[in-house]
Structures are given as structure tokens and as C-alpha cells.
């Protein structure tokens, strides 16, 4: 099982300024079903870790880099990093008024999530935790 570090609460996008917004045109992530939670993002990176979604084999295939496709971090829907030696990887992204980073660390076993109510803000906690976690 992995070591979790939870950074954002979830926090629900149907407030006043979403229901203005849609009243603009734009709809808010909730309504687009970019809602999920920490503990959901964990649920999916233990599955994904402990072969409950795809054997080994796949599992290496979908989340290691793939050096052909002249990007030298991507992984099929997952960006595969090392930083001081130790390997990360993950996918983040977000929409008008969220955004979200998960961070899978399979040698140390941490998973980083974070979550934000706002268009960039996770990826920046991310990163700021990842920085800080021991190498082993």
C-alpha cells in the first residue's frame, strides 16, 4: 500500500461565482465530470501500482517514457520523471476554476494528489511536496 500525503481538500464548485459563470457560457468542471476527490486519485494510483487495473507488463508500458515519440517525458497519458534520482510519475490538468496533479513515486511508494478550486494551483503544491520527500 502506498504512503498517502494529502495536500487540497475537494472543495464544491456549485457556489455563486460557477452558477454566475454559467450564466456566462461557461460551464463549470463539476458539470463537465471533472469532479473527483483525494482519496479517489489514491484509490486509482494504489489499483494502478498493485496490478489491479493491468498486469505488469501494461502497467510499465502505459506509465514509462516513450523516448519515439521525441518527448523525452512522455508515457502514454502519463509524464514519467526522475529528479534527484528518483523516479515519478503522473498526469495533471484542470479546467476553468480547478485543476489537479497526481504523482506516483514507485520506488519510495509515495503518492502525491493535489486538488485546487481555482484554474493552476495543484501542480505547484505538487511539485513544492515532491521536492521535499526523502529519496528512499
Known amino acids: 500500500m502506498y ?23 461557461i460551464t463549470s468542471s463539476r458539470r463537465w465530470g471533472g469532479y473527483t476527490t483525494v482519496e479517489d486519485l489514491l484509490r486509482f494510483a494504489n489499483a494502478l501500482t498493485q496490478h489491479k487495473l493491468l498486469n505488469e507488463h501494461y502497467t510499465d508500458l502505459l506509465t514509462t517514457t516513450k523516448p519515439e515519440t521525441g518527448d523525452a517525458h512522455y508515457a502514454y497519458g502519463f509524464e514519467d520523471n526522475v529528479v534527484r534520482g528518483v523516479r515519478s510519475f503522473g498526469h495533471s490538468g484542470g479546467a476553468p476554476g480547478m485543476n489537479g496533479d497526481l504523482l506516483i513515486f514507485p520506488q519510495t511508494g509515495y503518492v502525491v494528489v493535489a486538488l485546487a478550486n481555482m484554474d493552476r494551483g495543484a501542480q505547484r503544491e505538487a511539485s513544492w511536496i515532491s521536492e521535499r520527500l526523502p529519496a528512499q
Do not use: W
Not at 504512503?3 to 457560457?25: A, H, M, N, W
Open 3 to 25: 504512503r498517502s500525503l494529502y495536500v487540497l481538500p475537494t472543495i464544491e464548485l456549485d457556489d455563486p461565482l460557477g452558477k454566475f459563470l454559467t450564466t456566462c457560457g
